[in-house]
């Protein structure tokens, strides 16, 4: 008999249907509780008058621990941390948002972590998609965002959404009425919530920001277990913590974000530069006059395979009158026998990945690890950071993936956790490598992703939440600069206990 002080959470229930677990229904056995001295969950049988077992409140959802399920969310779409060390002990599939009020109070009371876990992808290749361990909640309980995914209202100007409902879906509800959510991430089968919570970029950040800058209120439930909205008015900074915060203080249940009207379709331009400078400029001069609707780019090899290359990839949206291609184009110096336009729907344009996607997938690409590199430079370092890019990265260093590189206004981001350069103009760095299968040296490539951010930071970048970085807690700290204080008493306001999201390492 232990002395530890047992303490109960939630509504006792007898072990129901709903709560045999998976793979162990075959021989009938539930999950009543949590042994708070062995820290490992009980079965009915082992907590028969055993007063170190805390009960598990009853849920109309199930609360899992069978070895397939445990594994499975273990993983992650980087695969860097995959494995016995990453495992949760459990998984919610939460039956409500109730489920996950009554789970965060046990975890609370009980000192065990919690994460939620995005579920994003297509077919049967669902998984977190976090790509350095930052969903993974060793040794605590997985909260699979599937069990909170619908769509609850389209409005004239908003859509109010469960924190697991993809973009893609909202996408494509949202058109059915004529709207569309005015910032979008290039691939969609992602969820709200987890998107929001570390920022969200896409190709319109020139006119609307970050996904996050889209988001009007937030349903949250926070560390002591209550569920409240907050927005930039109503509890604002529980708002600006959560949003681009990593999932530190609270787990987002519900968003509402903005819809604007939808075009019909996009002519989108694909110009090719062969010199980081004359790229630089074009890129530039198109910002300042916001000629297109969307503004997106990269860095990518020669079609000889010899070197670099650099294109401008931006759109001009239209209903029934097409924009004047010579105007838009006359005034840029790109290799313009190389241009590429094409007149799309607007729908086929934001779906444009599904195609790839495929392509990287029958190649093997998509299941391997994934050291990728996510950084916001300053205007004024481009040019001499992406020189030494060019000489650091060779035609091995992409795989099947890319380097997507183009220009923003800070001034269009609005929540203070979502770091940024002191600059007016940043350019997103976002090396997305999906290795070739079987490459040995992912461990270099990693090295080479720290080589490259101290020498980024040092020029005055800031990373994105997203991404393949070994980072210590001074780094974080140096990272958040004047707004780490303020991030730390957020994290001890509302999650007192410590139990969101460790996988982040912001306050390991």
């Excluded at 993809?166 to 059915?176: F, I, R, S």
Aim: hydrophobic fraction near 40%; glycine fraction near 10%; charge should be neutral.
């Amino acid at each position: 008999m232990s002395s530890t002080p047992r303490t109960e959470a939630g509504t006792t229930a007898e072990p129901s249907r709903r709560r045999i677990l998976g793979g162990m229904a075959a021989t009938a056995v539930a999950v009543v509780g949590w042994n708070a001295v062995d820290q490992t969950w009980a079965t009915a049988a082992e907590a028969a008058g055993n007063s170190d077992v805390v009960p598990v409140p009853g849920l109309v959802g199930t609360l899992e621990t069978t070895p397939a399920t445990v594994d499975a969310f273990a993983n992650d779409f980087g695969h860097l941390f995959d494995g016995a060390a990453s495992k949760p002990w459990a998984v919610l599939r939460p039956g409500g948002i109730d489920d996950i009020v009554k789970i965060v109070n046990y975890a609370r009371a009980n000192n065990i972590k919690v994460a939620v876990n995005g579920q994003g992808g297509t077919g049967n290749d669902i998984e977190s998609h976090s790509v350095y361990g930052q969903a993974r909640v060793p040794g605590g309980i997985s909260i699979d965002a599937k069990g909170m995914s619908k769509i609850l209202s389209l409005g004239n100007d908003s859509a109010v959404v469960e924190a697991g409902v993809t973009w893609g879906q909202l996408t494509d509800a949202a058109l059915l009425v004529g709207k569309t959510p005015p910032a979008l991430p290039d691939y969609l089968y992602i969820s709200v919530g987890g998107t929001i919570s570390i920022g969200g970029i896409g190709g319109t950040v020139q006119r609307y920001g970050l996904l996050c800058d889209t988001v009007q209120s937030i349903d949250i439930i926070t560390g002591d277990g209550k569920l409240v909205t907050a927005s930039a008015s109503q509890r604002s900074e529980l708002f600006n913590a959560a949003l681009s915060g990593g999932g530190q203080v609270g787990i987002i249940v519900r968003a509402t974000v903005k819809l604007i009207p939808a075009p019909q379709r996009a002519v989108i331009f694909s110009l090719f530069y062969n010199t980081v400078e004359q790229y630089l400029a074009d890129s530039e001069k198109v910002l300042a006059d916001g000629r297109f609707q969307v503004h997106a780019g990269e860095m990518l090899r020669t079609p000889d395979n010899s070197g670099w290359r650099y294109k401008l990839e931006v759109g001009a949206t239209y209903n029934t009158t097409p924009p004047n291609r010579n105007k838009l184009l006359c005034d840029l110096k790109d290799v313009r026998a190389d241009a590429v336009i094409e007149d799309v729907s607007f729908r086929d344009y934001m779906f444009r990945l599904d195609a790839y996607e495929a392509i990287l997938k029958e190649g093997g690409h998509w299941y391997t690890p994934k050291p990728w590199l996510s950084m916001f430079l300053p205007a004024s370092k481009t040019k001499a950071f992406m020189k030494r890019v060019e000489q650091e990265l060779d035609a091995n260093s992409l795989g099947g993936g890319f380097l997507l590189f183009y220009p923003f206004y800070t001034s269009k981001i609005k929540r203070p956790l979502a770091m940024m350069p002191n600059e007016s103009v940043v350019y997103l760095f976002d090396l997305l490598r999906f290795p070739n299968p079987g490459e040995p040296n992912i461990q270099g490539m990693i090295d080479q992703n720290r080589r490259l951010y101290d020498l980024a930071v040092a020029s005055g970048a800031k990373r994105y939440l997203v991404g393949s970085i070994p980072m210590t807690g001074a780094d974080w700290q140096k990272h958040f600069g004047n707004r780490w204080s303020g991030f730390v008493n957020a994290k001890k306001k509302f999650d007192p206990n410590n139990i969101f999201t460790p996988g982040q390492g912001f306050f390991a």
